[in-house]
């Protein structure tokens, strides 16, 4: 039972971590319809400019500041150069679009940083606590870890409440009304773009500290997909459930039913079961549903 | 002057239903047949075969079969290496398990067992589309190269898990060299490539078009969505599937199912995007320009007196690759068979433009 309870801990806590790439996706897709494939490239690249600003001598604090800096750069310019010209596309264009701009800016980050491992520490403890009489491990770290997307996930709801947010869920509601009404619709794809890269910021931040900061990165973000299928595309807390439910269903599966397969299943098992979650229920635990006008 | 199609006039359906209307094409046509059959073996090197080739005409019916899929059903699917993998073990296992196969036989039944795997993946199709399915496929990009590793089956138990090609003879031909190679990767893809063009412009295309372009309507003029999407699963896995088996078979010659891997099905999508999306000969032109970029930054920069590190390119392709795919979506959608379909129309006034 207590391995379990451990098995069960370790999965929700890794599951947080592909919440907050989630996180990013969902915004994203709440705010433009644009499903936005780069977002695993964009932790990358925000974790690779994070630890390059470190490297050259500069404190956490204004690594932070200047990496935000870049990320609302790269939001600017993907506006500018990429979402404006394909205003009013069909969203599986904008989709493929988003594909290219990831390609872009993972070699664009690699190749002012480096593709080595690099490592992250920026002071969160990483010694483990025990539970329960010593039958349960846990790393404070992972609690750091659900700490951080717990109030991400605070600022991110009450942030809707302001008037900014506002504008965000109208533009996402309707592009034309939003507009009519005198809303700036390149400035908020500009802002929610941003935001997503704060997010990835924070995502990188931490998958950096876990694994080091590396270009396999990327992989590991695609993980978000089945997290945002399981939770729904436009929900902010379902992107935190889906995260814990793949987390913690993809360790459980790995450990208990993976030794009669010759393990490794953790790669495919998350797909599998938003495989499965899309023929019955396609808009996901939270996610509203997909009604389709003609 | 040269080519002009005024003063043509066709008598009968079959001259009006022909791939290539007006003769200069077909000349055209039969000319590049002519150059690609005979005229390649006498000027190609061993080099040329290997790197830029025989890899051409493999991931060219691999575009092929995706543009089917995407570019004429509008399915985005990201599992198009998995489905090459299907392929090349399903054609291994085959010629390994039955020598006396003949080659030809063993690559379409690999085409077939791909096709019934791409049915079964593309299920879900029924009741998602867009981006959903294109996570779906996803499913089947990782769970297959899996499932090869892990099966021992697959590759006959062999520990380091790499299956080799056996030795190739179709009717005798035993075919060794990369010339031959080439011809029989030619000799096959001109074959499907050409039943994919007669298959796109006949029923089965318009239903898959009519789908893409608004399924609901189609469904309300009496297209099955049902038989019309896994159709298109079917035929485009069928063609990822022998593409598959062709780039096992004559380009790699020995790999691990773990390397029909995600880049793979990248590889393809960028093809047909850069190609052009609904598109036969999209997807050749693509296919030539993606394999192009590498070879261009490694063998080609050096020429111009820039050297970049191995890194440093790797990196730079991902940039291009990047660049020129959000490039294409916005400035010519329709990619590279637009811009020669461009330079055709062109070609029909010139020297006289006005």
Redesign the interface.
Not at chain 1, 224 to 238: D, H, M, Q, R, Y
Not at chain 2, 41 to 70: K, R, S
Not at chain 2, 196 to 204: C, L, Y
Not at chain 2, 304 to 326: D, K, Y
């Given at each position: 039972m207590a391995f379990f309870l451990e098995v069960l801990i370790g999965g929700l806590m890794a599951g947080v971590m592909y919440s907050l790439v989630a996180l990013g996706f969902v915004l994203i897709f709440k705010a433009s319809g644009v499903f936005n494939f780069a977002q695993g490239a964009m932790v990358l690249f925000a974790g690779l400019f994070f630890v390059g600003f470190i490297q050259k001598g500069a404190p956490i604090w204004l690594s932070i500041i200047l990496t935000l800096g870049v990320m609302a750069l790269l939001a600017m310019a993907i506006e500018r150069l990429v979402l404006r010209h394909l205003v009013n596309q069909e969203g599986i264009i904008l989709f493929m679009a988003t594909i290219g701009v990831s390609f872009f800016i993972d070699g664009l980050g690699q190749s002012i940083w480096g593709s080595g491992v690099q490592q992250i520490d920026i002071g969160i403890p990483t010694d483990p606590i025990l539970l329960m009489d010593g039958d349960i491990l846990i790393q404070s770290f992972d609690l750091w870890a659900a700490l951080v997307a717990g109030s991400l996930l605070t600022g991110l709801v009450l942030f809707q409440k302001t008037r900014i947010g506002r504008a965000l869920r109208a533009v996402a509601d309707d592009h034309q009304a939003a507009q009519s009404v005198g809303i700036p619709l390149n400035v908020i794809w500009v802002i929610v773009w941003a935001i997503a890269g704060m997010v990835a910021l924070v995502a990188g931040v931490m998958w950096g500290s876990k694994l080091g900061m590396q270009p396999a990165i990327v992989g590991l973000a695609l993980k978000a997909l089945p997290v945002l299928i399981l939770g729904g595309f436009t929900s902010v807390p379902g992107a935190i459930i889906g995260g814990l439910i793949v987390g913690a269903g993809e360790k459980i599966a790995e450990i208990y039913i993976g030794p009669y397969f010759g393990g490794g299943i953790e790669n495919w098992f998350a797909y599998v079961v938003a495989l499965g979650f899309l023929l019955i229920r396609p808009q996901g635990l939270f996610g509203e549903r997909i009604i389709e006008r003609v | 002057m040269l080519y002009r199609e005024s003063g043509q006039f066709k008598t009968s359906y079959p001259a009006d239903q022909a791939i290539f209307t007006i003769p200069q094409d077909r000349v055209f046509f039969a000319l590049l047949m002519l150059a690609g059959f005979v005229g390649v073996p006498f000027v190609a090197t061993d080099y040329l075969y290997t790197a830029l080739i025989i890899p051409f005409l493999c991931m060219a019916l691999a575009a092929l079969g995706l543009n089917i899929l995407t570019g004429y059903c509008?399915q985005?699917s990201l599992g198009t290496g998995a489905f090459m993998g299907v392929g090349a073990v399903a054609a291994w296992n085959l010629a390994y398990r039955i020598p006396e196969l003949n080659l030809l036989v063993v690559f379409i039944l690999a085409g077939l067992i791909a096709a019934a795997v791409g049915v079964l993946f593309g299920?879900?199709s029924l009741?998602?589309k867009?981006?959903?399915l294109?996570?779906?496929t996803?499913?089947a990009q990782?769970?297959l190269p899996?499932l090869f590793?892990?099966i021992g089956w697959f590759t006959n138990h062999n520990p380091s898990g790499v299956i080799t090609v056996p030795r190739l003879d179709i009717f005798g031909w035993r075919v060794d060299t990369p010339m031959e190679k080439y011809l029989l990767a030619l000799g096959v893809v001109s074959v499907l490539a050409l039943a994919a063009k007669n298959m796109v412009r006949s029923n089965p295309g318009r239903q898959w078009m009519a789908i893409r372009d608004m399924d609901?309507?189609a469904e309300i003029i009496g297209i099955r969505p049902v038989v019309a999407k896994l159709t298109a699963f079917a035929v485009s896995s069928f063609y990822i599937g022998v593409a598959g088996a062709l780039y096992f078979f004559l380009y790699l010659g020995s790999a691990e199912p773990d390397g029909f891997n995600?880049n793979l099905s990248?590889q393809a999508?960028f093809m047909i995007?850069i190609g052009g999306l609904g598109s036969i000969l999209g997807s050749f032109l693509g296919a030539f320009f993606i394999l192009l970029v590498p070879i261009f930054l490694t063998r080609g920069l050096p020429m111009m007196g820039m050297n970049l590190s191995t890194?440093?390119i790797?990196?730079?392709?991902?940039?291009?690759?990047?660049?020129?795919?959000?490039f294409f979506?916005?400035v010519e959608?329709h990619g590279l068979a637009r811009l020669w379909q461009i330079a055709k129309e062109k070609l029909r006034i010139w020297p006289f433009p006005y």
């Amino acid at each position: 039972m207590a391995f379990f309870l451990e098995v069960l801990i370790g999965g929700l806590m890794a599951g947080v971590m592909y919440s907050l790439v989630a996180l990013g996706f969902v915004l994203i897709f709440k705010a433009s319809g644009v499903f936005n494939f780069a977002q695993g490239a964009m932790v990358l690249f925000a974790g690779l400019f994070f630890v390059g600003f470190i490297q050259k001598g500069a404190p956490i604090w204004l690594s932070i500041i200047l990496t935000l800096g870049v990320m609302a750069l790269l939001a600017m310019a993907i506006e500018r150069l990429v979402l404006r010209h394909l205003v009013n596309q069909e969203g599986i264009i904008l989709f493929m679009a988003t594909i290219g701009v990831s390609f872009f800016i993972d070699g664009l980050g690699q190749s002012i940083w480096g593709s080595g491992v690099q490592q992250i520490d920026i002071g969160i403890p990483t010694d483990p606590i025990l539970l329960m009489d010593g039958d349960i491990l846990i790393q404070s770290f992972d609690l750091w870890a659900a700490l951080v997307a717990g109030s991400l996930l605070t600022g991110l709801v009450l942030f809707q409440k302001t008037r900014i947010g506002r504008a965000l869920r109208a533009v996402a509601d309707d592009h034309q009304a939003a507009q009519s009404v005198g809303i700036p619709l390149n400035v908020i794809w500009v802002i929610v773009w941003a935001i997503a890269g704060m997010v990835a910021l924070v995502a990188g931040v931490m998958w950096g500290s876990k694994l080091g900061m590396q270009p396999a990165i990327v992989g590991l973000a695609l993980k978000a997909l089945p997290v945002l299928i399981l939770g729904g595309f436009t929900s902010v807390p379902g992107a935190i459930i889906g995260g814990l439910i793949v987390g913690a269903g993809e360790k459980i599966a790995e450990i208990y039913i993976g030794p009669y397969f010759g393990g490794g299943i953790e790669n495919w098992f998350a797909y599998v079961v938003a495989l499965g979650f899309l023929l019955i229920r396609p808009q996901g635990l939270f996610g509203e549903r997909i009604i389709e006008r003609v | 002057m040269l080519y002009r199609e005024s003063g043509q006039f066709k008598t009968s359906y079959p001259a009006d239903q022909a791939i290539f209307t007006i003769p200069q094409d077909r000349v055209f046509f039969a000319l590049l047949m002519l150059a690609g059959f005979v005229g390649v073996p006498f000027v190609a090197t061993d080099y040329l075969y290997t790197a830029l080739i025989i890899p051409f005409l493999c991931m060219a019916l691999a575009a092929l079969g995706l543009n089917i899929l995407t570019g004429y059903c509008g399915q985005v699917s990201l599992g198009t290496g998995a489905f090459m993998g299907v392929g090349a073990v399903a054609a291994w296992n085959l010629a390994y398990r039955i020598p006396e196969l003949n080659l030809l036989v063993v690559f379409i039944l690999a085409g077939l067992i791909a096709a019934a795997v791409g049915v079964l993946f593309g299920l879900p199709s029924l009741r998602i589309k867009g981006f959903y399915l294109a996570v779906a496929t996803l499913a089947a990009q990782f769970f297959l190269p899996w499932l090869f590793v892990k099966i021992g089956w697959f590759t006959n138990h062999n520990p380091s898990g790499v299956i080799t090609v056996p030795r190739l003879d179709i009717f005798g031909w035993r075919v060794d060299t990369p010339m031959e190679k080439y011809l029989l990767a030619l000799g096959v893809v001109s074959v499907l490539a050409l039943a994919a063009k007669n298959m796109v412009r006949s029923n089965p295309g318009r239903q898959w078009m009519a789908i893409r372009d608004m399924d609901i309507a189609a469904e309300i003029i009496g297209i099955r969505p049902v038989v019309a999407k896994l159709t298109a699963f079917a035929v485009s896995s069928f063609y990822i599937g022998v593409a598959g088996a062709l780039y096992f078979f004559l380009y790699l010659g020995s790999a691990e199912p773990d390397g029909f891997n995600i880049n793979l099905s990248f590889q393809a999508l960028f093809m047909i995007i850069i190609g052009g999306l609904g598109s036969i000969l999209g997807s050749f032109l693509g296919a030539f320009f993606i394999l192009l970029v590498p070879i261009f930054l490694t063998r080609g920069l050096p020429m111009m007196g820039m050297n970049l590190s191995t890194a440093a390119i790797a990196h730079t392709e991902f940039m291009v690759f990047g660049a020129m795919i959000v490039f294409f979506l916005i400035v010519e959608p329709h990619g590279l068979a637009r811009l020669w379909q461009i330079a055709k129309e062109k070609l029909r006034i010139w020297p006289f433009p006005y």
